[in-house]
């Protein structure tokens, strides 16, 4: 079956702009994850969702982000007036309803690069 | 405090040899789960293999197996008969069963197999 989508998978920007980021998840995944991963560095946690619900957005690094879900399945993650230390890899992670133990799938990624 | 702990930023092994790769981990959960995943150049996380709390065997999946030792909170990844695709990023993380479960990921270690 399809993975987790991601679009685009490379996006250059200049500083200052806006740009939002796609996240499709596997079908009949709940809960859908945001996680940021600067060159050479781990995974940064940024917000996750259950639903169309976001219980923990602890992770986002300023007011500039902010990520919306919609009909518990596409995400999109906005970041405004964008800086150059926003310049990473954006990933995006599913996972199934049920035990709350269980591996994250992951997409590929969208490399975004602030000019 | 930092909840995983990946001490080895880089490994080098011969190909055939087995590596091991060493992961600690920080928790008042009961129930937990652990993960391993591998991170190519290519950028895409892959799920490798998952230790739950209250499993008394150690897991395996192919030529990987991890050692969990549940008193040391360790659960150190093996990987036998290296292979030169065996080469990438690996990242252990875990997932706590209270609250919202997110995955938590340390740093990571950089593993090269070299001919």
């Known amino acids: 079956g399809a993975g987790v989508s991601q679009s685009p998978s490379n996006k250059v920007t200049e500083k200052g702009k806006d740009v939002e980021l796609r996240c499709d998840p596997i079908?009949?995944?709940?809960?859908l994850y945001w996680y940021r991963q600067s060159l050479g560095q781990g995974l940064e946690f940024l917000i996750y969702?259950?639903?169309?619900?976001?219980?923990?957005k602890s992770g986002l690094p300023s007011d500039r982000f902010s990520a919306e879900r919609t009909g518990g399945s596409v995400s999109t993650l906005t970041i405004q007036r964008t800086q150059q230390e926003d310049s990473a890899v954006y990933l995006c992670?599913?996972?199934?309803?049920?035990?709350?133990?269980?591996?994250?799938?992951f997409g590929n990624g969208t490399r975004l690069t602030v000019t | 405090a930092q909840k995983i702990t990946q001490t080895q930023p880089g490994m080098f092994v011969q190909e055939k040899e087995a590596v091991t790769l060493d992961c600690t981990y920080d928790?008042?959960?009961?129930?937990?789960?652990l993960f391993w995943y591998k991170q190519p150049s290519s950028g895409e996380m892959i799920f490798l293999i998952y230790?739950?709390?209250?499993?008394?065997q150690n897991a395996t999946e192919g030529r990987y197996s991890l050692n969990f030792q549940k008193a040391r909170k360790s659960a150190n990844l093996v990987i036998s008969a290296s292979q030169l695709g065996d080469s990438a990023m690996y990242f252990c993380?875990?997932?706590?069963?209270?609250?919202?479960?997110?995955?938590?990921f340390g740093k990571g270690t950089m593993l090269l197999v070299s001919p």
């Open positions: 992670a599913s996972s199934p309803p049920g035990p709350a133990i269980s591996p994250l799938h």
């Open positions: 230790q739950g709390s209250y499993d008394e």
């Open positions: 969702f259950q639903g169309n619900s976001a219980p923990d």
């Open positions: 928790t008042s959960d009961q129930s937990y789960g």
């Open positions: 079908s009949g995944h709940t809960a």
């Open positions: 993380a875990m997932r706590e069963s209270s609250g919202y479960s997110t995955l938590t």
